[in-house]
């Protein structure tokens, strides 16, 4: 057998590394947990256990086409660089699109980033992250500067109490919270929930506020006030560190005593003033924050929210204190760091003009974009009303993930050039394309990937590269030489796109910018091939000084919403999640017939006066309906949903049922802000089929 090949696990943000020994015969994998890596210590969940269960070439897209006829690489990638270049021509930077995901590595993102910002000279470029938390990135922005997260697995572990917002972590984030048990066994580590629904992490939780979907701003905001008046708010620390905009604390004066907040939160007055205690008895309070928070039409209030309380108490830059935003997908984050999102230019730096020009000497590039692009569900928009004319996919499933997926399928449809680069030959989206490209699935790629605690890690192949697939870096890069631009993208292994990365986060950056890779800019290829999983940033912002221009963090005035009733034809609220063991449109974790066993159809989970009103039971086949769409779910009878709020699985796609359809469902409205859908309450009904 050969030598065991460590790696980072496919799915999600916690990042856990794993040791993989391939078995020598086709395509076999042992696959156990790296206990060296300082994410997880060798532990693994269901899903990353199953991973060698997923290699296999079932379904797997091996050769380039050109609708459905198999083509040759220089034929196929002649057509996307022609087409591409003529739109151009013909209708400006801005006609044409990528749309990229958290599934990508670090230096797939920066290639793509880099031919589209600062070669093609549009920032139409935005990816799945948009979806999972765009609205931290805009939060952390606002109050810090920069889009740090100040936290580290480490702080759950010093931490006297644990608040978790928005977050079934004990399915999306399941090493965390075996943390988090290990820390409360450990030191006694208090641990707070607050979710509308009562999920598995409430189980042996000191306290779980159900509060109502929407209200978070209240909440935070009433135990800020809170804090001001029985003095627990750091004067020291806002004077030093931290601006405060003038009737700040006037706004929070109003409509905020713990009455008035358990009435906004529908919450018990006696529960809401116990989680108050705890805050007020633990100064050292780790806030992880998750798509609760951030898939909300008001997620970057929401975020920022959190974010006041903890500088205004000043629990930052401390262990045991931060709030922690954890991210959903394996490199959400690197992708925030090359700047693979239509809000951002490259390496943390926004549109600001210096640093568009500071960006544009760097890559030598012909005209860096000066402004900011179409976010995701603006693009499908875009697309839908003829402003994009071309687009490329890369590795994500829009006609079923973005909110409305029946009129991102319309635009995909009016698209006039469609390409798709995906590991799988046969996906919702990919019926749509007129070029589709084979890419390197997990197991064979070869670069980095950032988790939610910005520890960097190696994602190394362990199986050769099957039929004709290719690694995406290389896949763009090709495009580019021939659309002009060989030299700027002549890179022969991702360890030269690293090094590019490195040098651009270092490049100008005279600390004003916490990401700065500086020591990496001159690996050689056998240090990056041989690269230990490392943080960057140490502990940020221990030192008081942020990275606005004048060091200081901002706490932001957040009002909470007036919240919409049920409306008339629409009394309920439907809100969307994850299964313990899948993972996104079920495309890989599809492949392991053991993590089906754990739900085995997708549910509509319903609280029990709910099934009486609508006159359901467990077990019946029920219509969801939205005002965007109906789906088909099995009903389960659940105590742990609010009455007049109903829960679906966002899994299931047309590939696999007719039924269980949650991309159908959730309405395209957006926070202002962030660009990020809110997937969590949207207007729906329910009726017995
Ligand atoms: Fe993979 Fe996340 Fe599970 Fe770790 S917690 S094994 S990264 S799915």
């Known amino acids: 057998m050969a030598a065991a090949i460590r790696t980072t696990c496919a799915y999600c943000g916690v990042g856990c590394g794993i040791a993989a020994t391939p078995s020598g015969n086709a395509r076999e994998v042992t696959i156990r947990g790296d206990e060296a890596h300082p994410a997880n210590g060798g532990r693994l969940c269901s899903k990353g256990t199953h991973l060698g269960e997923t290699v296999g070439l079932e379904g797997r897209l091996l050769h380039p086409m050109i609708g459905d006829r198999r083509a040759s690489w220089d034929k196929a990638l002649d057509l996307v660089a022609k087409r591409f270049a003529e739109t151009i021509a013909q209708h400006g930077p801005d006609s044409v699109a990528f749309y990229v995901s958290g599934q990508l590595l670090t230096e797939d993102y920066y290639v793509a980033n880099k031919l589209m910002k600062g070669f093609i000279g549009s920032a139409n470029i935005d990816t799945n992250s948009r979806l999972c938390m765009s609205s931290a990135v805009a939060a952390q922005t606002r109050a810090f500067g920069e889009d740090v997260v100040p936290a580290s697995y480490e702080d759950l572990e010093e931490a006297d109490l644990i608040v978790l917002v928005g977050s079934n972590t004990a399915w999306c984030h399941p090493i965390v919270y075996q943390r988090i048990q290990a820390a409360r066994a450990a030191r006694g580590t208090k641990l707070v929930v607050i979710d509308p629904r009562r999920t598995e992490t409430c189980e042996g939780a000191d306290l779980h506020l159900a509060l109502r979907p929407g209200s978070d701003v209240a909440l935070m905001n009433g135990l800020l006030a809170w804090c001001a008046q029985e003095g627990l708010v750091d004067k020291a620390y806002l004077a030093d560190c931290v601006d405060v905009p003038e009737g700040f604390w006037d706004m929070l004066e109003q409509g905020h005593d713990l009455w008035s907040t358990a009435n906004a939160c529908d919450l018990d007055p006696a529960r809401l003033r116990e989680f108050y205690e705890l805050f007020a008895a633990n100064p050292r309070t780790v806030t992880v924050f998750s798509q609760g928070i951030n898939q909300s039409i008001r997620g970057t209030d929401q975020g920022n929210a959190i974010l006041n309380l903890h500088l205004a108490t000043g629990r930052i830059g401390q262990p045991g204190a931060a709030p922690f935003s954890i991210t959903g997908q394996p490199n959400a984050m690197g992708g925030r760091e090359v700047g693979g999102l239509a809000s951002t230019l490259a390496a943390h730096m926004d549109f600001a003009p210096e640093?568009?020009?500071?960006?544009?000497?760097?890559?030598?590039?012909?005209?860096?974009?000066?402004?900011?692009?179409?976010?995701?569900?603006?693009?499908?928009?875009?697309?839908?009303?003829?402003?994009?004319?071309?687009?490329?996919?890369?590795?994500?499933?829009?006609?079923?993930?973005?909110p409305d997926a029946g009129t991102v399928r319309a635009a995909l449809e009016k698209c006039p050039f469609v390409v798709v680069s995906d590991v799988i030959a046969q996906t919702d989206?990919?019926?749509?394309?007129?070029?589709?490209?084979?890419?390197?699935?997990?197991?064979?790629?070869?670069?980095?990937?950032?988790?939610?605690?910005?520890?960097i890690s190696r994602q190394r192949p362990f199986l050769p590269l099957p039929g004709e697939a290719r690694p995406d870096w290389w896949i763009v890069s090709e495009v580019a030489a021939r659309m002009g631009w060989a030299s700027a993208f002549a890179y022969d292994t991702p360890a030269d796109i690293w090094r590019e990365h490195a040098r651009l986060t270092a490049y100008q950056n005279e600390g004003a910018r916490v990401l700065n890779l500086a020591a990496q800019a001159t690996l050689t290829n056998r240090a990056y091939e041989?690269?230990?999983?490392?943080?960057?940033?140490?502990?940020?912002?221990a030192d008081g000084r942020f990275s606005t221009p004048n060091g200081r963090a901002r706490l932001v005035p957040v009002r909470q919403m007036d919240l919409q009733g049920p409306l008339p034809d629409w009394p309920l609220t439907l809100n969307t999640g994850r299964y313990r063991d899948q993972w996104h449109t079920m495309t890989r974790t599809g492949l392991a017939p053991k993590l089906a066993r754990h739900r085995e159809e997708p549910l509509v989970e319903i609280h029990a006066d709910d099934a009486v009103r609508f006159g359901l039971k467990a077990g019946d086949l029920a219509k969801v309906s939205t005002p965007q769409g109906a789906s088909m779910f099995r009903v389960a009878l659940s105590d742990g949903q609010r009455?007049?709020?109903?829960?679906?699985?966002?899994?299931?796609?047309?590939?696999i049922s007719t039924g269980g359809r949650t991309g159908l469902l959730p309405r395209p409205l957006v926070d202002p802000i962030s660009g990020q859908p809110g997937y969590k309450s949207t207007p729906a009904m329910l009726a017995r089929v």
């Open 643 to 655: 009455p007049g709020e109903i829960f679906t699985p966002i899994h299931w796609t047309d590939q």
């Open 429 to 455: 989206t990919g019926a749509y394309a007129d070029v589709r490209l084979p890419a390197a699935a997990w197991g064979e790629k070869d670069g980095t990937v950032t988790n939610s605690v910005r520890t």
């Open 355 to 402: 640093n568009v020009a500071r960006v544009g000497r760097f890559w030598a590039a012909p005209r860096v974009a000066a402004k900011p692009g179409l976010k995701a569900v603006d693009l499908f928009r875009a697309m839908n009303e003829g402003r994009i004319k071309a687009v490329w996919i890369m590795a994500t499933n829009p006609a079923v993930s973005l």
């Open 530 to 541: 041989a690269m230990e999983p490392f943080v960057w940033g140490g502990q940020p912002f």
